[in-house]
């Protein structure tokens, strides 16, 4: 069964700064696709930053220019920096990977908590 164990979540002011972290139990070629979701209270919850097997990136408007999707490959772990944080950030991040088989082939970590004040 994979794992992912995010870490890194807390309470920043706004313009603030956040580094997630999620590790994962397999080596990151495995997964076609690693990400990062948000689920804002009372909203469904969105991708905020992906990052393919190749190394693509893409990332929701909201958060170009300010957050960076990156890995470590020898760590197995995916991180998102967050800079100039807003309050509108505030939600639950959740890492995900995908090993592109279909729904059998997606996993979800436990999910951080991300808050940030005005």
């Known amino acids: 069964q994979v794992q992912l164990v995010e870490s890194g979540g807390g309470l920043v002011q706004a313009g603030g700064s956040l580094r997630l972290s999620c590790a994962t139990s397999e080596r990151i070629f495995s997964f076609n696709a690693m990400g990062w979701y948000r689920q804002a209270p009372g909203k469904q919850r969105e991708l905020v930053a992906a990052i393919s097997r190749g190394g693509a990136t893409n990332y929701v408007d909201s958060a170009k220019g300010r957050f960076t999707i990156s890995r470590d490959n020898a760590k197995n772990t995916v991180y998102l920096q967050m800079n100039s944080l807003k309050p509108e950030d505030t939600g639950v991040y959740y890492c995900?990977?995908?090993?592109?088989?279909?729904?059998?082939?997606?996993?979800w970590g436990q999910g951080t908590q991300v808050t940030v004040s005005s």
């Open positions: 995900n990977a995908d090993m592109g088989r279909g729904p059998i082939g997606v996993y």
